[in-house]
T-cell receptor, first 111, second 119 residues
Framework: QSVLTQPPSVSGAPGQRVTISCTGS?????????VHWYQQLPGTAPKLLIY???DRPSGVPDRFSGSKSGTSASLAITGLQAEDAADYYC???????????FGTGTKVTVL | EVQLVESGGGLVQPGGSLRLSCAAS????????MSWVRQAPGKGLEWVSV???????FYADSVKGRFTISRDNSKNTLYLQMSSLRADDTAVYYC?????????????WGQGTTATVSS
């Protein structure tokens, strides 16, 4: 069982804005560990989308943005496009488990 | 080009062993933090193990005592030795690099290799 909880699915029409939450606890996100986000297109390896809560690697469109507050983090996708249909995972470190942890994953559907 | 290529997956019986390899190009495995992450069929991502640049190793509780992570500097390759395999170890196994420039996020991933544990 993952210690980071995400909604199983979110959906939106092209052009809309969707957000994905990632809820943790005082031993991971709340302990000030960075949150990273990954996009996994069907049948492919995950790809780093957001690192250190808010930063984008080069090549990632600025339609993707991240935020963090307290024991939670969020990923926002603005101007939703068909190519954004994928699974998204948050990730952090948990000091009670002494382990890197992933969120439960969220499937984004573009209507 | 910075790249990771996994190999070594296959079908193995419960209780058996398998060694996965992850060949790196464009950077030096020994100088970086390297992890294995797995994904069971239809499931989410699960971190398995990490080896830090200094050589320290850590494991998820689910594999502790059964899996061993290691690296070979001469071959610039990361390994995962898996033993006492169980059906719930069936997954695609990815190797991934973690670097300071992205605050040790998993920035480069291999394409994955599939381990299937079944009789």
């Amino acid at each position: 069982q993952s210690v980071l909880t995400q909604p199983p699915s979110v959906s939106g029409a092209p052009g809309q804005r969707v957000t994905i939450s990632c809820t943790g606890s005082s031993s991971n996100i709340g302990a000030d560990y960075d949150v990273h986000w990954y996009q996994q297109l069907p049948g492919t390896a995950p790809k780093l989308l957001i690192y250190a809560n808010t930063d984008r690697p080069s090549g990632v469109p600025d339609r993707f943005s991240g935020s963090k507050s307290g024991t939670s983090a969020s990923l926002a996708i603005t101007g939703l496009q068909a190519e954004d249909a994928a699974d998204y995972y948050c990730q952090s470190y948990d000091n009670s488990l002494s382990a890197y942890v992933f969120g439960t994953g969220t499937k984004v559907t573009v209507l | 080009e910075v790249q990771l290529v996994e190999s070594g997956g296959g079908l193995v019986q419960p209780g058996g062993s398998l060694r996965l390899s992850c060949a790196a190009s464009g950077f030096t495995v020994n100088d970086n933090y390297m992890s294995w992450v797995r994904q069971a069929p239809g499931k989410g991502l699960e971190w398995v193990s990490v080896i830090y640049s200094g050589g320290s190793t850590f494991y998820a509780d689910s594999v502790k005592g059964r899996f061993t992570i290691s690296r070979d500097n001469s071959k610039n390759t990361l390994y995962l030795q898996m033993s006492s395999l169980r059906a719930d170890d069936t997954a695609v196994y990815y190797c991934a690099r973690m670097i300071l420039a992205v605050k040790y996020a998993f920035d480069i991933w291999g394409q994955g290799t599939t381990a299937t544990v079944s009789s």
